[in-house]
């Protein structure tokens, strides 16, 4: 009997930890058409609506979750407040 592979799934293999902060969104084609955090200034009206209708989530470095899907360049990623497209790029 193989005690170490009884066919269970670990979670660590797919947990991941955010390194910078970035926003997370519902649809991932939003994804594409948002600066980056540190490139929206506080007056940006189109990300503030977003940000407000919960469409868009602001998401702080140290932030960990579950990936979910891996596209290449996104991953959709379970966090506390939901399912969420994030760029690769933002994890470790």
Excluded at 5 to 27: K, Q
Excluded at 70 to 90: M, P
Aim: aromatic share 6%; with cysteine.
């Amino acid at each position: 009997m193989n005690k170490r592979d009884a066919g269970f799934i670990s979670n660590r293999s797919s947990e991941v930890t955010l390194t910078l902060s970035c926003f997370g969104v519902v649809n991932m084609d939003e994804l594409d058409v948002l600066p980056r955090p540190d490139e929206t200034s506080r007056k940006d009206s189109a990300v503030i609506e977003q940000l407000n209708r919960g469409e868009v989530f602001l998401l702080q470095p140290g932030t960990k979750g579950i990936m979910l899907t891996d596209t290449g360049a996104k991953l959709l990623v379970r966090f506390q407040i939901g399912e969420l497209w994030i760029w690769k790029s933002a994890t470790k």
